[in-house]
């Protein structure tokens, strides 16, 4: 049965962006971008809220044939290099589902052919029969709205946070419900201050 995984980057403080709702402010390192490219490529579909979608859909399909960078010292250049583009073209080729009640996906966005929408309604009925199919991961990149319904539904397998070196002080917060979690994995990266805690969803609490 296929698990749904959630992963996300979060600030010491519990924080996923700042006030203003920039999550810029956390270290999207090398380290973030080697572990994304590990989730995706372990995932046979991605799901994501429409907001997340609608910010995605306009960046990630581009970067994998973007022109090298004059400055390969530049931040553009890690922004190109072949981790990002390795997401980029799995992101391009992975079936991606939405969950939104705003409609179907505009018809000249990059991945209008890639992308199924499901009502909210409908999402935990559409997850019991997907977790049918196939043997990969069905995996959630930011969409914390999209997730934080589906943790309290009782329907997260495993939650995968970065946990930036950051305290925001303010901000908005990660989690919107409470849960009960089991820790699988402590993983850290050469070269960064990030560390990525991996736990298992053992209930969710009204």
């Given at each position: 049965?296929?698990r749904l995984?959630?992963?996300?980057?979060?600030?010491?403080?519990?924080?996923?962006?700042?006030?203003?709702?920039?999550?810029?402010?956390?270290?999207?390192?090398?380290?973030?971008?080697?572990a994304?490219?590990?989730?995706?490529?372990a995932?046979?579909?991605?799901?994501?809220?429409?907001?997340?979608?609608?910010?995605?859909s306009?960046?990630w399909?581009f970067?994998?044939?973007?022109?090298?960078?004059d400055?390969?010292?530049?931040?553009?250049a890690?922004?190109?290099?072949?981790?990002?583009?390795?997401?980029?073209?799995?992101?391009n080729?992975?079936p991606?589902?939405?969950?939104s009640?705003?409609?179907?996906?505009?018809?000249?966005?990059?991945?209008?052919?890639?992308?199924?929408?499901?009502a909210?309604?409908d999402?935990?009925a559409w997850?019991?029969?997907?977790?049918?199919?196939?043997?990969?991961d069905?995996?959630?990149?930011?969409?914390r709205?999209?997730?934080?319904?589906?943790?309290?539904?009782?329907?997260?397998d495993e939650?995968?946070?970065?946990?930036?070196?950051?305290?925001?002080?303010?901000?908005?917060?990660?989690?919107?419900?409470?849960?009960?979690?089991?820790?699988?994995?402590?993983?850290?990266?050469?070269?960064?201050?990030?560390?990525?805690?991996?736990?298992r969803?053992?209930?969710?609490?009204?």
């Open positions: 049965m296929r995984i959630v992963n996300n980057i979060v600030s010491l403080d519990g924080c996923y962006a700042d006030a203003t709702g920039n999550p810029l402010v956390l270290t999207m390192d090398a380290a973030f971008d080697q994304n490219l590990d989730s995706i490529s995932a046979d579909q991605v799901l994501l809220g429409r907001d997340s979608f609608e910010g995605f306009s960046y399909p970067i994998a044939d973007a022109p090298e960078p400055d390969p010292d530049s931040t553009e890690r922004a190109l290099d072949e981790v990002n583009r390795a997401i980029s073209r799995r992101y080729a992975v991606k589902v939405v969950v009640d705003r409609g179907p996906i505009a018809a000249e966005n990059a991945w209008a052919r890639t992308t199924t929408v499901v909210r309604r999402i935990a997850l019991a029969d997907a977790r049918q199919i196939g043997d990969g069905i995996v959630v990149f930011g969409s709205r999209t997730w934080n319904g589906l943790l309290s539904g009782g329907l997260v939650l995968h946070l970065m946990i930036s070196p950051t305290v925001l002080g303010e901000g908005v917060r990660l989690f919107g419900v409470p849960a009960d979690l089991d820790l699988i994995e402590c993983r850290r990266f050469e070269g960064s201050a990030n560390v990525q805690l991996r736990y969803v053992l209930a969710a609490r009204a």
